[in-house]
T-cell receptor, first 112, second 113 residues
Framework: EAQVTQNPRYLITVTGKKLTVTCSQN?????MSWYRQDPGLGLRQIYY???????DKGDVPEGYKVSRKEKRNFPLILESPSPNQTSLYFC???????????FGEGSRLTVL | KQEVTQIPAALSVPEGENLVLNCSFT??????LQWFRQDPGKGLTSLLL?????REQTSGRLNASLDKSSGRSTLYIAASQPGDSATYLC????????????FGTGTQLKVEL
């Protein structure tokens, strides 16, 4: 089954404790991206990647890092999480840069 | 800066009704527009993708139209069912293409028995 898989789905952590949210897709998509969704603000892009080792900032990249060492994986790294990073995070992928987006089921992160 | 607005924020209709969800965008220079549905606790599911050169797209009971010059898109749902209850989001891609979408905040639809 074609899918985008995120882990963990739910996480509660404390300020400053590094964490990684993994994202994997099995559709051989070139393009992958991360979004956060906050009430009243909609989805905002954090980072995106056009291919292996090629990444770029989205609209809200501060406090996040990404890497794309393999085509299928695109982890999101929070080096020192803060409470304002409490949010619902989505990973997405597409075959073309401007093609149909496929989303993971989301990772709800709470930073205390 | 592109802004995408979806009104109303919430809508409740009885089963069987035909309904229209609205999406407005401020910059008409878009590459394409995509409609999604989001179920509680779930990710976004793609419904329809309309290219800027198209006027509409259809999938089953769903029909999406695009009027680029006026900055509007509508999602028409025919014969609504309780299973259609979800939040519907639209997203626009800028005229140069690429991977940056601007999302609306969604319309939360409830279809009642």
């Amino acid at each position: 089954e074609a899918q985008v898989t995120q882990n963990p789905r739910y996480l509660i952590t404390v300020t400053g404790k590094k964490l990684t949210v993994t994202c994997s897709q099995n559709m051989n998509h070139e393009y992958m991206s991360w979004y956060r969704q906050d009430p009243g603000l909609g989805l905002r892009q954090i980072y995106y990647s056009m291919n292996v080792e090629v990444t770029d900032k989205g609209d809200v990249p501060e406090g996040y890092k990404v890497s794309r060492k393999e085509k299928r994986n695109f982890p999101l790294i929070l080096e020192s999480p803060s409470p304002n990073q409490t949010s619902l995070y989505f990973c997405a992928s597409s075959f073309l840069s401007d093609g149909e987006l496929f989303f993971g089921e989301g990772s709800r992160l709470t930073v205390l | 800066k592109q802004e995408v607005t979806q009104i109303p924020a919430a809508l409740s209709v009885p089963e069987g009704e035909n309904l229209v969800l609205n999406c407005s965008f401020t910059d008409s220079a878009i590459y394409n527009l995509q409609w999604f549905r989001q179920d509680p606790g779930k990710g976004l599911t793609s419904l329809l993708l309309i290219q800027s050169s198209q006027r509409e797209q259809t999938s089953g009971r769903l029909n999406a139209s695009l009027d680029k010059s006026s900055g509007r898109s509508t999602l028409y749902i025919a014969a609504s069912q309780p299973g259609d209850s979800a939040t519907y989001l639209c997203a626009v891609r800028p005229g140069g293409g690429g991977n940056k979408l601007t999302f609306g905040t969604g319309t939360q639809l409830k279809v009642e028995l």
